[in-house]
């Protein structure tokens, strides 16, 4: 069973950058599609980005686009970050590392079947 780690969650102002990253256990996920998604209490978990680095695709929710990009470890590629720029309050969630096998850039949670265990971002104005 894969297992994915995230890090790199804190506590910032606005305006500050954050580095998210999530590594998988297993060589298999160099052949996944990798995302990054996060939930707020009392909302569903909402695609952030999601990318497949073999032909250099990749999806971002309108609410990042500009400020956020997704890229996976350029030698093993069983690794996927997530630099965020221009953090705002909005951007408080806990961010969640997924992983597919399939290789379609889905953007609906119930698509990707490995987890991580999330990580707290808050961003304080």
């Known amino acids: 069973q894969m297992q994915l780690v995230e890090s790199g969650g804190g506590l910032v102002q606005a305006g500050d950058s954050l580095r998210l990253s999530c590594a998988a256990s297993e060589r298999s996920a160099s052949s996944y599609v990798m995302a990054w998604f996060r939930q707020v209490p009392g909302k569903e978990r909402e695609i952030v980005a999601v990318?497949?680095?073999?032909?250099?695709?990749?999806?971002l929710a309108d609410s990042v686009k500009g400020r956020f990009t997704i890229s996976r470890d350029t030698t093993m590629h069983t690794a996927v970050y997530l630099q965020m720029n221009s953090l705002g309050p909005d951007d408080t969630a806990v961010y969640y590392c997924?992983?597919?096998?399939?290789?379609?850039?889905?953007?609906?949670?119930?698509?990707?079947?490995?987890w991580g265990q999330g990580t707290q971002v808050t961003v304080s104005s």
């Open positions: 997924a992983a597919s096998p399939s290789d379609t850039l889905a953007i609906v949670a119930t698509a990707y079947q490995y």
């Open positions: 990318e497949r680095w073999w032909d250099r695709s990749w999806y």
